[in-house]
């Protein structure tokens, strides 16, 4: 078993990572709310899957709980299912004293947490994340958020949860595809933070191997994730470095209309660019961008995209670490240390 503390003063929360904790999620659960009743968010893939589990232990502990179900797919992060949950829990009587639960992956918990966060102008909220992608990343941090037609992630709020529990024994279910989306982000911890992992990596090489060790390497990132997190909450700093790879990622995922990529395909992508830009400024030392890509495509992952100038101008415009017309681009001074740097919008334009 592993728990880590997040600490952020009156919002601080546990990650608890132990195989099988879903079948006692009702007892982690229960002590932490103020009221008897849960709405759990989750989707057409994970529902089935997991969800009378989760319904039977939050019963056991004496708790109330109502299933959303949602589409699964990045085309449920949106505006219009956000309003559905609204909905749902409004006919159902809401109140302040209820809870969301997030039982899914990475759009179950940004749509669900977004909800929560704009509920009666803010419900508990819970993330029980199945996919590895969300384990290691989206789950933790308190960022929830819906995309618009403009791009990913505009809308949205700082909300961190009460509580976030993952099981590593829901990784097992994951089709290859999806294993490897959360490989990219795993990866991309090693790039900008430990390069020990970085190599651990390397050497492990294949998903069976990975999960043979994968509750250290979940906690690991998390971890990572717990003490940027801590430094700086509202993204306004050191936090930026979590988007290594993904100025450019959410470029490809923009240009290919969200349906050929998946958002760790389009980071990993985004990384090894990143890698290349920065050894063409000399930020980074050569060669990093074929050690990158060398683990990437050992997970199946690609390790290049094409996109349209058009599309690049429009979501660099949108990127979220605007100030201005500079953008902060994440680049590696090596593995294992990021290095933020502050460049004009169409100066980077005109590099990539």
Known sequence: MGTLRVNLNERSYDIVNEAGVLHQCGAYIAPLLRGKRCFMVSDTNVAPLYGDTVLHSLADAGLEATLLTIPAGERSKTPEMLAWLWEQMAQSGATRTDTVIALGGGVVGDLAGFAAATMLRGVDFIQMPTTLLAQVDSSVGGKVAVDLVAGKNLAGAFY????????????????????????????????IWDEALFAKLERLGSRPAVMGEITDITTACCDIKRQVVEQDELDLGIRMILNFGHTLGHVYEKAYHYETYTHGEAVAAGMVAAAKLGQKLGHTPAGTDERIAALLAAFGLPTAIEADRTVCETVLGLDKKNQGKTIHFIFLERLGKALPVAMDRAALLAQL
Do not use: H, N, W
Request: with cysteine.
């Open 160 to 191: 961190q949860p009460k509580l976030v529990l993952m099981d590593p024994e829901t990784l097992t279910t994951l089709p290859d595809r999806v294993f490897s989306d959360g490989m990219a982000e795993v990866i991309k911890y090693g790039c």
